[in-house]
């Protein structure tokens, strides 16, 4: 046994990540789309070839069952019986190749000029549908990781080097990777659709002009990027003898990395960046094994973060304080209305709120509770990605940081108002340290930098012993008032903490209204607009991105320390980058730039005042809530790529317009006369 | 006369391209200077590298006497060197006078916590209200610049420039696209600038504009000064006919 031995069968991983790294590039090239679904689409055609092959020879059962990712339709059809390994394998890519076809032409081709936000809502929103789609068929068909037969189509064996015994299948896997990759080269260099891809991507108009059509280029790159990511996770699944919707799909963040090593151009860096992060985590994993780590380092996750973190330092170095005069302007977020009367509207929903906290009936107080604290989590999106423009995903990650600090320092005797108060600090603190290198990325590549961090944390914090299935602190108490939430009996979510969730989320509202409103505001939106011209005008760009992170990381992190006192354990699931995503792309569906977007968030979140109204937590009525939300993201954003808000109050100046066309303003005539 | 701004061997290089080799520039207090050359010539460059938008640019620049080469962009702006852009590039999100406020006001530590508690967005600035003033756009001022005409966005760009109180506004260009009558009312802007306490360095192809409003011209070429003086000197000088001002102007 040695770290060389572990590296080299970290081979394995590494090529997957590479041949997904691979995709995201093919991807990014036709469509200037950052496909966070790539690695659920390889995930769902891993399952489709397991599902076809998942019959005994022995018994009456057949197999050939093809899982379908379809809500409403049936779990599975009968496709053929007993399918061969190279038939079913067939039919997985086939079906891989005909997803990304698909999601080419229905949503990312007509999305390609659209904002950047609307491209990363998209993405997510497939990403979404496709993993919790397929979590609830793992449930109903039964085929989790044990009851499938996860069959290797590698080679069996060890080739011994030196010492070392490293399985044959890394050396396949990893030359396969690397022969794609020389392959992609030469036909990008050498061939009239490579160098038609390339022209396409820089100049869509004057490709079409000299008679190359961008739409079958960018179908072709889709379904190559498809086809390899189906391939690749249906061999890394027989090899490492495991699948999980979600873990198999967020084998995507690994790939952004490498992808981003790489600059999103070109297969060689990005195929080297992908194989060397599978070799490291093989090695740290090695040391996480036999070397005696001193005890306050985490024992978990080590593998997964190390390499991010590396990443992370790489992109942030290469990066500049300020875009430079060539750099494209990216179309705007959407538009952000100044709040007007913020203290009225406040008192409404609290008086609202309380209202139903005192007459409404438990679950109501629960699902009322939970939709506050994701409506915390929205309003730190809407003030980083929203006022600010930085998309950042890392909301749930600094959510968690305050949860687990709040509850570790309440179980260890620091009294109510101060163990949160300093966990919320230490929170705040560590999103100005992640934003000191944030400030120098933007756009996609700081969307994926934050899932990075995000992931990071979660390995190392969150998945650490020392915190997993941590208790829920001891009962907050104030003046002699018990502000606790579950209480025994009949009535075992008690209001007092709904009162106290209420009147923090209305202080919260008020104060972003005023930032919103104030000379900081200002600055905010002059950063979002045009980072250089801010900087012309005097505005610290760095400085002024830093204290929206700031201020997003307070927010995020009283949410969080109002979840630890809200449930009965807490655990690093709790705070998974997926939930960050779906509370931002509910934002994006509520108005991304406005703080009604934050509420919408609140009341659309899972178990939250929709989840009530539908039927409550208990009902079967969720289990497709997700998907459902995920396909309702995807629809949305291309159908109103500026958001839903922005859509409907476009739609109503197009029907004032043309009801008065007589009477037209000075403004539409001047913005004519402008474009 | 006080040296205003003083750029010595100033140099910004792309891989073997030199963009801007070894200028050597003075604008005095009081004084509007021109800078102009053909396209291509280094100009926009030369502005970028003085307001530190190139951070690899070579070379010593100070204004009024204190060195500001190791300043970030938005410091030389607070410490009075304020620039316009060619594309104009308002902040599109703000209203005319809030892009105004925002170029005026420079934020204190605690900034975000008054904020926070009381917004003050009420608070008069002599400096945004002498800028709407000097420009004329007061009619202006609660519209967003996608309801602004081009000519209009031009002026309101000097105006945001002029709103930070600065000692030497650089104005890449401010005269493009606009018409005779506006052109006009920015030569004459430009003009009274030198009383307010404002320098100006001036880049634009309108040489109406430029041999009337400057007190000197600097005249750049493939990156290099090619010649330097007054108007009727420039107007006169073989270099810069077969350079830039061609045949057309003999």
Same mark, same amino acid.
């Given at each position: ?118 491209? =990363? ?55 396969? =990777? ?205 003030? =980083? ?165 700031? =201020? ?124 | ?250």
């Amino acid at each position: 046994m040695s770290y060389i031995e572990n590296a080299l069968s970290g081979l394995q991983g590494g090529a997957v990540i590479a041949a997904l790294a691979i995709g995201l590039v093919l991807t990014f090239r036709a469509s200037n789309v950052i496909n966070l679904a790539h690695g659920a689409i390889g995930m769902y055609s891993a399952y489709v070839y397991f599902g076809l092959r998942n019959f005994k020879l022995a018994s009456t059962e057949l197999g050939g069952d093809l899982v379908l990712p379809i809500i409403g339709a049936p779990s599975k059809v009968h496709l053929l019986d007993r399918p061969t390994a190279s038939s079913a394998f067939l039919v997985a890519i086939a079906i891989a190749i005909g997803l990304g076809a698909l999601l080419y032409g229905f949503v990312f081709r007509p999305l390609r000029s659209a904002p950047p936000l609307a491209r =990363v809502v998209a993405s997510l929103g497939v990403f979404l549908y496709l993993q919790s789609v397929m979590n609830v068929r793992v449930k109903e068909i039964g085929a989790g990781a044990l009851s499938l037969q996860l069959e290797s189509l590698l080679p069996q064996g060890v080739v011994r080097i030196g010492s070392a015994k490293v399985p044959t299948a890394a050396f396949a896997l990893a030359g396969l =990777v690397i022969a794609c990759a020389v392959a992609l080269g030469v036909l990008f260099r050498f061939t009239r659709f490579g160098l038609a891809t390339r022209a396409a991507a820089e100049q869509e108009r004057g490709a079409i002009l000299t008679g190359i059509s961008p739409n079958r280029l960018g179908v072709f790159n889709w379904m190559l990027a498809s086809g390899l990511a189906g391939v690749s996770v249906i061999l890394i699944t027989g090899v490492q003898q495991k699948i999980d919707p979600t873990e198999t799909s967020l084998l995507i963040v690994p790939a952004l990395a490498a992808a981003l090593l790489g600059r999103l151009d070109g297969f060689g860096l990005t195929t080297v960046a992908g194989l060397a992060i599978g070799m490291t985590q093989g090695a740290v994993s090695w040391f996480q094994l036999r070397a005696s780590l001193p005890s306050w380092m985490p024992n978990g996750g080590l593998a997964q973060a190390v390499p991010l973190i590396v990443i992370l330092a790489a992109i942030s170095l290469r990066g500049s304080s300020l875009p430079n005069r060539a750099a494209l302007l990216e179309r705007q977020l959407p538009e952000s209305p100044v709040p007007k009367h913020p203290v009225l509207w406040t008192s409404l929903l609290f008086v609202g709120a309380t209202v139903a906290l005192f007459t409404l009936d438990a679950q109501w107080r629960l699902a009322i509770v939970v939709s506050i604290i994701a409506g915390f989590i929205g309003l730190a999106s809407v003030v =980083v990605t929203g006022y600010v423009g930085q998309i950042s995903l890392a909301q749930y990650a600094f959510a968690g940081l305050a949860a687990f600090g709040t509850a570790k320092l309440a179980i260890q005797g620091l009294p109510f108002p101060f163990a949160p108060i300093v966990a919320i600090a230490i929170t705040v603190f560590v999103g100005i340290l992640m934003g000191l290198p944030a400030v120098r990325v933007r756009g996609m590549t700081l969307a994926v930098a934050t899932i990075a961090a995000a992931v990071a944390i979660e390995q190392l914090v969150f998945a650490s012993s020392s915190l997993t299935g941590l208790e829920s602190p001891p009962r907050p108490r104030l003046f002699g008032i018990d502000l606790g939430f579950t209480a025994t009996g009949d009535n075992n979510f008690r209001a007092a903490f709904g009162m106290l969730a209420l009147v923090l989320l209305c202080a919260a509202i008020i104060v972003v209204a005023n930032l919103r409103r104030s000379a900081t505001g200002l600055r905010w939106l002059a950063v979002r607009g045009n980072e250089r011209a801010a900087a012309a005008a005097g505005i610290d760009v760095s400085r002024t991105k830093l204290s929206a992170f700031a =201020v997003s990381a307070l927010l995020a992190g009283i949410g969080g320390s109002l979840l630890a006192y809200e449930s009965p354990s807490l655990s690093s699931q709790q705070f998974m980058v997926v939930g960050a995503l779906a509370v931002l792309a509910l934002c994006y569906l509520g108005g991304i730039a406005s703080i009604s977007g934050a509420l919408m968030a609140g009341v659309l979140a899972s178990g939250g005042v929709l989840t009530q109204l539908q039927g409550g937590n208990t009902g079967n009525a969720s289990s497709y809530q997700f998907a459902v939300s995920g396909l309702l993201l995807v629809v949305v954003a291309v159908l109103y790529p500026d958001g839903v808000i922005a859509g409907l109050r476009n739609a109503i100046t197009r029907w004032s317009k043309h009801a008065g066309k007589n009477t037209p303003t000075a403004g539409t005539q001047s913005t004519r006369v402008a474009s | 006369m006080t040296e205003l701004l003083t750029i010595r061997n100033l140099g910004v290089a792309y891989g073997g391209l030199l963009a801007v080799d070894d200028v050597e520039l003075v604008i005095h207090a009081n004084e509007v200077m021109g800078l102009i050359g053909p396209n291509g010539a280094g100009k926009t460059t030369t502005i970028d590298a003085i307001c530190g938008f190139i951070p690899h640019a070579v070379g010593t620049i100070a204004l009024g006497g204190q060195a500001i080469q190791q300043l970030a962009p938005h410091e030389r702006a607070r410490s009075g060197l304020v620039r316009t852009f060619q594309s104009v590039e308002l902040f599109d999100d703000l209203t005319v006078r809030e892009n105004l406020v925002v170029a005026a006001q420079a934020p204190r530590w605690y900034s975000l916590v008054f904020d926070a508690v009381r917004p003050n967005r009420a608070r008069s600035f002599t400096a945004v209200d002498r800028a709407i003033e000097l420009t004329e756009i007061a009619a202006l001022s609660t519209l967003r610049p996608n309801e602004l005409s081009h000519g209009q966005r031009r002026i309101v760009g000097v105006a945001r420039a002029l709103a930070a109180s600065p000692a030497l506004v650089l104005l890449d260009e401010p005269a493009a696209g606009l018409d005779p009558q506006e052109t006009e009312r920015l030569g004459a802007l430009i003009h009274r600038l030198p009383s307010e306490g404002i320098g100006v360095l001036l880049v634009d192809h309108d040489m109406a504009l430029v041999l009337e409003v400057c007190d000197r011209i600097t005249v750049l070429d493939f990156g290099r000064v090619i010649a330097s003086g007054t108007p009727d000197e420039i107007r006169s000088n073989d270099v810069v006919i077969a350079a830039y001002l061609g045949s057309s102007s003999e």
